[in-house]
């Protein structure tokens, strides 16, 4: 039983279309440049998994840039965002509503001020995420904060510095992140890199830097080793590690948010590693061991191939067999390495490679709940207060409950691996969907289509989204223009006719094209527009209702 099948027995529904998604490529695809038909459906396979909610004319407009053009568009460089603001809150005295704190240290004085300021956070970076257009970054700032898992922590400067550092790094170098993130405040909090002494070696840091940050746990060898490091090199190198405290300079707020090294804390004895990493020894480097302890894990191919295997999972899918690995994965690798641990060339390769357009690939994950959202708030014109920016952040503050109930939240992870559904073998992304959180998420659409706000004030704009497309006068054409946005394959010939009826509600088939060109030709009529736009709700909840909706 194949996924989409799977979803329509958890929905207590039929099957109406017989689509293969089974996450296994067939033994012909390859990591060669795509050279196939580029139509809305490619289109919209490649914007679905580098974007966020990619909408009817982002997809049209990307057909006609090509593949290439597309690529171009999803790589290009752009400029850092202004930070979060406050969101309401004016008990700081140091700083006014709607003016950025993260120049300011917390103040003593000031009540609930971690609240407000990780509701900015977080409405700031929802707002990013919607307004991210044709970009791959926002997605690459999520993986990497689902790579370099950073939680509770209680310093709001810390979690903006963190994820600064991420959004700054997010198409860059591995190895450069990777050194950042080892003396990253939040990070040296979250895995007590800051308790790490000599006199108190704290091993936590070495080792999540080993087994889920860079080379990964390979399969044991021997008593304490694990092919690809040891428990000995986990000690040594948590040695090498030791003396890093945060630092906070009042006076340089945000640039002396950061690090430093106590020296007198620090190990100045040398450290022997062992036999995976060629018995290297690191002599004493005071503040500049960290950078050497990450060179000699970085000397090792395996974190190209680690590395690799993450973003496959984060992009393409959770299968990767014996021909994945040998065709796709080092492949990866190799441009990996030869590109001295720059992510981008290997990734525009994969995202450009006849493999990742393989039917296989299409419809072979769960979306997980960001992109379930903004897969209906995008394409959907949610309209939402736009009169001045913290409107603006306060309407997608609020969607941290709705993404938390469905068991991902952002800044505050349950593990230090990150989102189950992204490393926790066989289920991976089928761990978004079930007995708690389907429920939320058919309740989700029904709450998004009723409207939220004061009076339902705010609500999906589905008369301006559907003026953008081919022809909606007709059913047919809009029903099938709305399915290439929402679904990963085109809609069967039952599906069509089912939801043609829903659209007209039994009546005949021309009813849908002589109502709606009665409402263009009187656009101000407010019973014709009602008449249209309830139609239009019939429709599409049913169609974001639909298993096919869930896949990506």
């Not at 979690?159 to 790094?169: P, Q």
């Not at 913290?390 to 230090?416: C, K």
């Not at 060109?517 to 249209?532: H, I, Q």
């Amino acid at each position: 039983m194949d996924r989409r099948s799977s979803l329509a027995v958890m929905f207590g529904k039929k099957q109406t279309a017989k689509k293969t998604t089974a996450s296994t490529p067939p033994l012909l695809s390859s990591f060669a440049p795509y050279t196939g038909t580029w139509d809305m459906a490619t289109a919209k396979h490649l914007l679905g998994r580098t974007t966020y909610g990619p909408t009817y004319t982002e997809i049209k407009q990307a057909v006609e840039d090509g593949l290439a053009g597309t690529i171009a568009k999803l790589f290009a460089v752009r400029p850092m965002p202004d930070p979060p603001i406050y969101l309401g809150y004016e008990d700081d005295p140091n700083v006014l509503n709607g003016e950025t704190w993260v120049n300011e240290p917390p103040s003593r004085d000031a009540q609930n001020i971690n609240g407000a300021r990780a509701s900015s956070l977080r409405g700031w970076m929802y707002w990013l995420m919607n307004e991210g257009g044709v970009s791959i970054r926002e997605k690459m700032v999520l993986f990497w904060h689902n790579h370099f898992v950073t939680a509770a922590i209680a310093r709001n400067q810390y979690v903006y510095a963190n994820i600064n550092t991420i959004r700054e790094n997010a198409l860059g170098n591995f190895r450069t992140l990777t050194e950042l993130m080892t003396i990253d405040p939040a990070m040296l909090v979250y895995l007590n890199g800051n308790q790490n002494s000599s006199r108190a070696p704290n091993e936590n840091y070495a080792r999540e830097l080993l087994e889920l940050f860079t080379i990964g746990k390979g399969d044991v060898a021997g008593p304490g080793d694990y092919t690809t490091f040891t428990e000995d090199d986990v000690v040594e190198i948590a040695r090498a590690l030791t003396g890093w405290i945060t630092r906070v300079d009042i006076d340089d707020y945000p640039s002396g948010v950061g690090s430093r090294l106590v020296e007198g804390r620090h190990d100045r004895g040398s450290k022997q590693l062992s036999h995976r990493f060629g018995n290297a020894v690191i002599e004493n480097l005071g503040d500049q061991e960290y950078k050497k302890v990450i060179e000699l894990i970085f000397e090792k191919d395996e974190v190209a191939r680690f590395i690799s295997r993450r973003l496959h999972i984060w992009f393409v899918g959770s299968n990767i067999d014996a021909f994945v690995e040998s065709e796709i994965i080092e492949p990866m690798a190799a441009m990996i390495l030869d590109n001295d641990y720059e992510i981008q060339p290997a990734l525009e390769a994969l995202l450009s490679s006849e493999y990742f357009y393989e039917e296989s690939i299409r419809g072979c994950m769960v979306n997980h709940p960001v992109d379930h959202v903004f897969k209906m708030f995008r394409p959907l014109k949610f309209e939402y207060p736009q009169d001045t920016l913290i409107e603006e952040y306060i309407s997608f503050a609020a969607l941290q409950r709705e993404i938390q109930d469905q068991d991902m939240l952002i800044f505050d992870h349950a593990s230090v691996a990150g989102w189950k559904a992204f490393h926790q073998a066989p289920q991976y992304y089928d761990i978004w969907i079930n007995s708690v959180t389907l429920p939320v998420r058919e309740k989700l659409v029904e709450t998004f289509m009723k409207g939220l706000g004061r009076r339902e004030m705010y609500q999906f704009d589905l008369l301006a989204t559907i003026a953008e497309m081919e022809d909606p006068s007709d059913p047919h054409t809009l029903i099938n223009n709305l399915a290439s946005v929402f679904f990963p394959y085109p809609i069967a010939e039952n599906q069509l006719d089912f939801l043609t009826d829903y659209l007209v509600e039994g009546q005949p088939y021309y009813v849908w094209s002589l109502e709606y060109g009665d409402f263009l030709a009187d656009p101000t009529n407010e019973g014709k527009r009602e008449s249209v736009n309830n139609k239009l709700k019939g429709l599409v909840e049913a169609m974001l209702k639909m298993p096919e909706f869930y896949l990506i």
